[in-house]
């Protein structure tokens, strides 16, 4: 008995062989969701779950109160970075001194206009929307006690811990505002996961590559660092890491599993 292809999925692969193809570039607006179903003579659920196959695929982008839009293909890009091979530290690695004047010089360069700076996952000013975010910060001290110059909890502003709470219904999580602390900046989060799960001398598996401020706090908590051999597409090498993990080496893993800064995936 012959079960035949479901009719959405009919349409994926369809839509999906105009992407691999070309025939639908990066950036080209798809069809919205209503016209397909017309023109095709089928539901909208029907083209709807068409379109969630294509984005779970990576091959489209939905964009709220606009619709969805092809991506960018990964074998259409250019060459995917190797598979890295960190060298073992040694006695012969740079002294600190040494790293930390590469940082000041860096961190000088990036001051320069035009410099753009490819060692910091930061988008161009130009591509923000600076003034609606002007706008929501002057709203914000205008509705904060005191206009917001006072000092908050320790564990961050109640009312975003809240707004975090309620998000996190939508990634399966069910945390509660007061399970969550907000910081500053990341490395103050990295910190304190760092602090709660290791001591001084322990080892941390990290990337390699991995974003240099990452081994900045790792070396300034008096921990380790281990570089995993690592795949722009499959990731760190997990033979490698469980081997490292069964001699006891490492005690805590700080992995980039998402929007990895440089691997860039």
């Known amino acids: 008995m012959r079960v ?146 006072e000092y908050e909890l320790m564990t961050g502003n109640a009312a975003l811990r809240r707004q975090i709470a309620r998000y996190a219904l939508f990634w399966g999580s069910r945390l509660t505002e007061d399970e969550i602390i907000t910081t500053e900046v990341c490395t103050a989060a990295l910190t304190l996961c760092l602090k709660t799960v290791t001591q001084p001398g322990d080892t941390v598996a990290v990337e390699s590559p991995i974003y240099f401020g990452i081994l900045q706090t790792i070396v300034s908590l008096g921990l380790k660092v281990l570089e995993l051999p690592t795949d722009a597409l499959t990731g760190i090498d997990l033979d490698v890491l469980e081997g490292h993990l069964q001699a006891g080496r490492v005690q805590a893993c700080l992995l980039v599993p998402n929007f990895s800064n440089p691997l860039g995936s």
Not at 16 to 25: P, Q, V
Not at 70 to 85: E, F, H, I, K
Not at 116 to 137: D, E, H, Q, R, Y
């Open 4 to 149: 035949s292809t479901p009719r959405y999925q009919q349409i994926a692969r369809q839509l999906g062989d105009k992407l691999r193809l070309g025939t639908l570039k990066e950036g080209d607006k798809l069809p919205s969701v209503r016209s397909l179903s017309q023109e095709l003579g089928v539901s909208i659920n029907t083209v709807q779950q068409a379109y969630y196959c294509l984005e779970t695929e990576g091959l489209v982008e939905a964009r709220p109160q606009s619709g969805y839009y092809a991506r960018t293909l990964l074998d259409r890009m250019g060459q995917v970075p190797r598979r890295s091979t960190p060298q073992a530290m040694t006695a012969n690695q740079a002294p600190l001194s040494d790293q930390e004047s590469v940082l000041l010089r860096l961190m000088h360069q990036q001051r320069q206009p035009g410099w753009l700076p490819f060692s910091l996952s930061v988008p161009a000013p130009s591509l923000l929307p600076v003034g609606k975010l002007t706008k929501a910060l002057q709203q914000a001290q205008r509705e904060l006690p005191h206009g917001g110059i």
